[in-house]
Nanobody, 124 residues
Framework: QVQLVESGGGSVQPGDSLRLSCAPSGRTGIGNVMAWFRQSPGLEREFVAGIRWESGRFLYGNPAKGRFTISRDSAKNTLYLQMNNLKPEDTGVYYC?????????????????WGQGTQVTVSS
């Protein structure tokens, strides 16, 4: 069974940066679109950013605009999320997800494969 494995989370201070990584285990070529979601305490899972694997075309959700960058390394089969100028409201579990169709969907239910998540905590 294909799984996604996230890494790179941690506890940082406001204004710091983190880079999250996501790679599939079990096989290469996980899907046509990969995305990052996050779930903060007491809130629903929300779309952060998504990317079409082949073309590199991307879409950002409101949490990411101006501060986060999604990218992928096809040679390493790895998805990244560079997060700069982190704020306390960015605290949450960040999930990597994949889907086969080409639409960069923003609803979690559109994605068939998920990772376990990596915790990001931003606090002074």
């Amino acid at each position: 069974q294909v799984q996604l494995v996230e890494s790179g989370g941690g506890s940082v201070q406001p204004g710091d940066s983190l880079r999250l990584s996501c790679a599939p285990s079990g096989r290469t070529g996980i899907g046509n679109v990969m995305a990052w979601f996050r779930q903060s305490p007491g809130l629903e899972r929300e779309f952060v950013a998504g990317i079409r694997w082949e073309s590199g075309r991307f879409l950002y959700g409101n949490p990411a605009k101006g501060r986060f960058t999604i990218s992928r390394d096809s040679a390493k089969n790895t998805l990244y999320l560079q997060m700069n100028n982190l704020k306390p409201e960015d605290t949450g579990v960040y999930y990597c997800a994949a889907k086969d169709t080409l639409l960069i969907a923003t609803r979690p239910r559109e994605y068939a494969v998920w990772g376990q998540g990596t915790q990001v905590t931003v606090s002074s």
